[in-house]
């Protein structure tokens, strides 16, 4: 008896800022991977999620938002943004629903053609909708798929609908994996995160987290984490007046990792400056973003 052979690729996540991709990442894998933000441009890199069932297997890659680059790092996001779309089986373009018609993703992404790749619309944050706004925006898009990341509602048939476009294929990772990252990488993603909710609008996007010491096979756990910011004044402000909002952020974010690992953490935290390191391309480097000639993507 022949059996169906089953399906796996890659599906590139892609949008504006603030569309909500994180948060279909995290809803569809069941874990939070990407760390989710009211601020925009929280996702700097290139994320990777599993998700396995019985016949396929689809691999999420929730990407940086679609921008217009003013410096290094912004240019690194958008570069990996594109290369995603470029490298993908199958592209789902996430846009707000409640900011009415969508640019195409050529015009979003300031494309010179079409991607290779079929393209998927999906309206996020449909449950925001009123029902009149809903079926007015479904007459000119009959095509986009009407999904709540936040609530799940429409996620389970926009994902059967993504599988039938995978390719034939063998599993290309073991079925209990979740994602590609290190847990070095998640630890300073949930440290950031907590920064970024303790945080004026002043600080977030000069922020960078570099785990310099990850010690395992020890109770607990150690890491050292440093927080770098671009100027002095933003120093003083996360480490706040007598050093009580970084003792804050230190601890809400070791209970997050604690969860995380499954165990007792000790989280040695610290605050240095780095002038200018968002428009310095070794910087940038550093920190492990990655910058690609995007001229071809």
């Known amino acids: 008896m022949l059996h169906a052979m089953p399906k796996a690729g890659f599906v590139a996540i892609v949008g504006k800022p603030n569309a909500g991709k994180s948060t279909l990442l995290n809803r569809i894998i069941g874990e939070k991977l990407a760390i989710v933000s009211e601020k925009p441009q929280s996702t700097r890199d290139r994320i990777v999620g599993i998700h396995t069932t019985d ?23 958008r570069s990996t943004a594109l290369r995603t779309m470029k490298d993908a089986d199958v592209i789902l ?6 900011e009415r018609m969508p640019p195409t993703l050529i015009v979003a992404a300031e494309l010179e053609a079409s991607p290779s790749a079929p393209v998927v619309l999906v309206l996020n944050k449909a449950d925001a909708l009123r029902p009149v706004e809903r079926t007015e925006l479904a007459e000119q898009l009959p095509d986009a798929w009407f999904i709540s990341a936040l ?3 429409g996620v389970d048939d926009l994902l059967r609908a993504l599988a039938q476009q995978l390719p034939e294929s063998p599993f290309l990772y073991p079925e209990d994996e979740i994602s590609t990252a290190s847990m070095r990488f998640f630890v300073a993603e949930l440290v950031r995160e907590t920064a970024l909710e303790q945080l004026s609008d002043e600080v977030p996007y000069s922020l960078a987290c570099e785990v310099e010491e990850f010690r395992e096979g020890q109770t607990p756990l150690y890491i050292r984490a440093v927080l770098y910011v671009e100027r002095e004044s933003q120093k003083r402000i996360l480490i706040g007046a007598g050093g009580q909002r970084i003792r804050d952020i230190g601890r809400t974010a070791r209970g997050k990792i604690e969860t995380f690992v499954g165990g007792p953490v000790y989280l040695d935290l610290w ?14 480097r550093r920190f492990g973003y990655r910058l690609h000639d995007d001229s071809s993507a």
């Open 151 to 153: 609530t799940g509602e």
């Open 93 to 98: 373009y996430l846009a707000d629903a409640t």
């Open 271 to 284: 605050v240095k400056v780095l002038p200018n390191w968002r428009k310095s391309e070794s910087a940038v």
């Open 55 to 77: 016949d396929m297997q689809m691999i999420l890659l929730d990407t940086p938002g679609l921008l217009n680059p003013r410096y290094e790092l912004q240019r690194a996001m």
